[in-house]
């Protein structure tokens, strides 16, 4: 399940990055705003329906709760992961290493369903399994990506900074970590968009977000809902990508012109 | 030689005294678990949730010995860790392995009663646990002891194999074999559609991905724009994408009704098979384009040299040197699509889904895990299998894999 950053992406050369992300915020606003309003559109798709339009709850609440559970999850995982990460890889919790490195990418081929599905008989219904399903999902290519770069960073480089006096905690934070940031940030791109797929499959297990009205649509038959959310979801996802895509080019400036 | 290690370092004599930490915490997180959570669970049906007991109602005393004393072996051998030690602890994993379902026998027997026929025995808190910490040691001494492939595959199949042969013959009251039992049928025709799905989809995206690879190396125009579309469908929510195909697969089969003939509809294999192929493509294809661009222009210089034609060039020695990183793509299309297809049973795709959506729908946990634990076991079997597929193809001397950090 893995995905990964590649170079190529939508933007043109003549298309400033940051149009990307600005213009799939704006669908998605105009999206939440707008399908309350859209009846007729939406009445195309189904025209013997009783009802359209998602009422049970505003997409915006539905969107907020999302972007709640996400970031709670993201927070978790983040600090989690990078902790852990960077534990193993100093000097004292080096014996642990092997064995996290092997956990991370053996946990990669654990499919999100089947951790959200695995969470729910311990934990119950509700958001609580599903924040615990994305941490225990989310954390793995966070783990892995801070490990990776932690590793791949020059070991002459971290000797020279030690050996202009430098103390370990100044090695870390203004050698180690500045270096690896841009595979810290992939695994963090690839961990929420992840997360944000996973979350609405949250829906199943009664968790209120964006999933809702997809569900509702396929248990109803009724292709409006359907849209309504998917497009929803979409959008949320796609802006967020294109955020991390942004933040990445900014990195990778600053990094080269360092 | 850096500085570093030319500077004269103190010997602290206690310094040299280098216990195998990871063994000794897991071993102690065994312990805590078996001790204070509940090992197993005894309901009297299959809606209510049951009641707990612990290590020493479950198993009595003798059990609670004998399994505590080979975790304190363990912490034991850790101390002073020698490869002679990580063999000793190695048998203890596996002894552990083979006795837990010999252990879930002796519980079902001493907390079920013959008078309630339908009581259900399940795993404890516990249980997980020391499952999960027992494959961790695992992995870890495996990695200590360097084992070989072979051996690590005829030792997880002899566990397996002990395993099925305590579920299928002394285990009747366990209740992940009671939801079997009840809808084997279904599980085997769940399992098939599973598999089949999975594995048209990834034959469909071998087939696809390596033509698309193909033409983008025609022409180099198009290659910007396709991954930039792959990219984009790669971030679209599974959810998002089987829920927008029910519409245009509808209208389809409504059009035509050849289509509808053939099983077409907004619901069931097409939509799935469709969103699963557009999610395939992206793993393939950027596996496939790295994996012809990396073969050496020096190979193929020579290639040239002997006289090869470029059809030849290409079946003959380019694709055959990019065979590893291919099957790398299939791996990881496949572990992705075999998750994917659970979530296709959303749509109706069937599947061993849809034992998880109805079971959350029912509250029925023992369904959840009869979906659940077979998905993740197909996962780990197919990422094992082609990576093994995958080293065995590698040429020796180049052990360097592409993509294998983000």
């Keep these: 399940m893995s995905h990964r950053v590649s170079s190529f992406s939508l933007s043109s050369p003549n298309v400033p990055a940051a149009v990307w992300p600005a213009l799939w915020c704006l669908l998605l606003v105009a999206c939440i705003w707008g399908f309350p309003y859209a009846e007729g559109v939406l009445r195309m798709l189904e025209p013997d329906a009783k009802e359209v339009v998602y009422h049970r709850a505003s997409l915006a609440s539905l969107l907020g709760h999302h972007l709640l559970v996400v970031s709670v999850a993201a927070l978790i995982t983040i600090v989690g992961g990078m902790l852990a990460a960077i534990a193993v890889t100093r000097e004292r919790g080096r014996d642990f290493l092997p064995l996290v490195a092997q956990v991370a990418s053996l946990g990669q081929t654990f499919p999100p369903v089947a951790v959200l599905a695995l969470a729910v008989p311990a934990l119950g219904f509700g958001t609580l399994p599903i924040i615990v399903a994305l941490v225990l999902y989310g954390t793995l290519p966070i783990v892995r990506n801070t490990l990776g770069g932690l590793q791949e960073v020059d070991k002459e480089v971290k000797s020279s900074a030690i050996a202009m006096g430098m103390t370990p905690w100044q090695v870390l934070r203004q050698v180690e970590l500045p270096l690896a940031a841009p595979v810290i940030l992939a695994g963090v791109r690839t961990s929420i968009t992840i997360n944000i797929s996973t979350a609405a499959i949250g829906a199943t297990v009664g968790a209120r977000n964006l999933g809702d009205p997809i569900i509702a649509g396929i248990v109803n038959g009724n292709m409006a809902y359907i849209v309504q959310g998917a497009l929803t979801i979409a959008l949320l996802a796609l802006t967020v990508d294109s955020l991390f895509e942004r933040l990445q080019e900014l990195l990778r400036s600053r990094l080269s012109t360092a | ?406």
């Excluded at chain 2, 063994?23 to 678990?33: D, G, K, P, Q, R």
């Excluded at chain 2, 609670?64 to 063999?87: D, K």
């Excluded at chain 2, 013959?114 to 495996?142: I, K």
């Excluded at chain 2, 990576?387 to 020796?396: E, H, T």
């Design chain 2, 1 to 406: 030689m850096s500085l570093l290690e030319a500077l004269p370092r103190p010997q602290v004599s206690w310094r040299q005294w280098q216990p195998n930490s990871v063994l000794i915490f897991l071993a102690c997180a065994m312990l805590a678990a078996i001790w204070l959570f509940d090992v197993v669970s005894v309901a009297p049906n299959r809606i209510v949730s049951g009641e707990g007991a612990g290590l020493i109602d479950a198993v009595g005393w003798l059990g609670a010995l004998l399994v505590t004393s080979v975790i304190v072996t363990l912490v034991a051998l850790a101390l002073q860790p020698s490869r002679h030690g990580y063999q000793v602890a190695l048998v203890g994993v596996l002894l552990l392995l083979l006795l837990m379902p010999f252990g879930l026998m002796v519980a079902s027997n001493r907390l079920i009663s013959g008078d309630t026929p339908g009581a259900r025995l399940n795993m404890g808190m516990a249980y997980w646990c020391l499952l999960s910490f027992l494959l961790l040691c695992w992995v870890e001494l495996r990695l200590r002891l360097v084992l070989l492939r072979r051996w690590t595959i005829l030792l997880v199949l002899a566990v397996g194999l002990v395993w099925s042969l305590c579920a299928t013959l002394g285990l009747e009251a366990l209740a992940l074999g009671q939801e079997f039992r009840a809808r084997d049928a279904q599980f085997w025709r769940a399992l098939r559609e599973h598999i089949t799905l999975v594995v048209v989809s990834v034959a469909i995206s071998i087939g696809l991905g390596l033509s698309l690879t193909l033409l983008m190396r025609r022409y180099s125009k198009l290659q910007k724009s396709a991954f930039a579309i792959l990219n984009f469908l790669q971030t679209i929510p599974s959810i998002a994408l089987f829920g927008l195909m029910l519409g245009p697969l509808a209208w389809l089969a409504a059009q035509w009704p050849l289509l509808s003939q053939l099983g077409v509809s907004g619901i069931g294999w097409a939509p799935a098979l469709i969103a699963l192929v557009a999610y395939s493509l992206l793993p393939m294809v950027r596996n496939t384009y790295i994996a012809l661009e990396q073969v050496s222009p020096d190979t193929l210089e020579a290639a040239r040299g002997m006289g090869m034609r470029n059809s030849q060039r290409f079946w003959q020695v380019r694709l055959p040197l990019a065979l590893p990183v291919l099957l790398e793509g299939v791996r990881i299309t496949t572990v992705q699509a075999i998750g994917l297809t659970a979530v296709a049973a959303l749509i109706g795709a069937g599947g061993l889904g849809s034992f998880i959506f109805q079971g959350l729908g029912q509250a029925a946990m023992d369904m959840v895990l009869l979906g659940a634990l077979p998905i993740l076991m197909l996962a780990l079997m197919a990422d094992a299998g082609l990576g093994a597929l995958a080293d065995v193809l590698r040429p020796r001397s180049d052990t360097a894999r592409p993509g294998e950090i983000e």
